[in-house]
C-alpha cells in the first residue's frame, strides 16, 4: 500500500461517534504528521466527497461513506436474501448466475454459483466488469438516472470485445431505452463470443434499482434453446428477491 493512502485511510479512522469532526491541526497532532502534509490529503478526500467542509472550517464524513456503508447493507444482505433464487436458477439451467451492484460506472459481482460451467471462466466475486457490454451490466445501467447514464456515454471508452459489442453511444442509448421498457437485458456474445447472459435488475424499497441477477453461459442454451423460459425465470427471481429486501411490488 502506497504511504499517501495509508495516510488517508488513517485519516477516516479517526472519524468516529466520539468525534465526529476534525480539524487540520487536530489531525496533524493526533497523527504525528505536518499540517502540509494533513491539508493535501484531506483536501483529496474532500474532493472525491469521503470528508466535507463544515461551517466551523473543520472536516466531517462525506456522502461516499454513507453511500459505501449502504452498498456493504445492501450487498450483505443480498446475500442471504438471494441465495434460494440463485440456487434455483442455477440448478435448473446448470449456467452460471450471478448478482452484481453498480458501483464506479463498474457492475460489480457481490454473488455468484458456477454451476455446470466450469469450463467457462468468470470474474470472481468482488470483481468488476464493464457494464456497456454484460447483460448484468446493462440491467444496471439502464436504471441509473438519465444525467448518470449520459455522463457514462461521455466518458466511458467503449471498447469492443466481440463482433457484437455495442461501441456506438447513441446506439447503447437506445439499447438502454428498451431495457427499460421490457425488463430485461440480454448478452448477445457482446463480451465473449459463445456466451450469453439473460439479466434482470432488482428493486429496493424505493424503487430504486439496488442489484442486478442474471444466468451466464452457453449463447446456445441461453439465448436460443431456453430464451423465453429463462427471461422469465430470472425476472421472477428478482421480483422474489425485491419483495425479500422489503419491496411492496
Known sequence: MSRSLSRALTILDLF?????????????????????????????????????????????????????????????????????????????????VHIAIYAGHMAVFVIGNKAGTSNIIFPRTGAGIAAYCTGVGKALLAWQSQTQIEEYLQFENLVSYTPNTITDPGQLREELRKIRECGYALDREETVQGIGCVAAPIFGSADQVIAAISVSGSAAVILKQRLNECIEDVRQAARIIAVSMGNKI
Not at 461551517?55 to 464524513?61: A, D, I, N, Q, T
Not at 440463485?86 to 440448478?91: F, R
Open 16 to 96: 468516529n461517534s466520539h468525534k465526529e469532526i476534525w480539524g487540520i491541526t487536530e489531525i496533524s497532532q493526533e497523527l504525528g504528521l505536518s499540517k502540509s502534509t494533513v491539508h493535501g490529503l484531506v483536501k483529496t478526500l474532500e474532493e472525491y466527497h469521503y470528508v466535507e467542509i463544515t461551517e466551523s472550517g473543520k472536516y466531517r464524513l462525506g456522502f461516499r461513506v454513507f453511500e459505501l456503508g449502504m452498498t456493504y447493507q445492501t450487498s450483505a444482505r443480498l446475500g442471504t436474501v438471494a441465495e434460494p433464487q440463485v440456487k434455483m436458477l442455477a440448478g435448473k439451467y446448470k449456467q452460471s
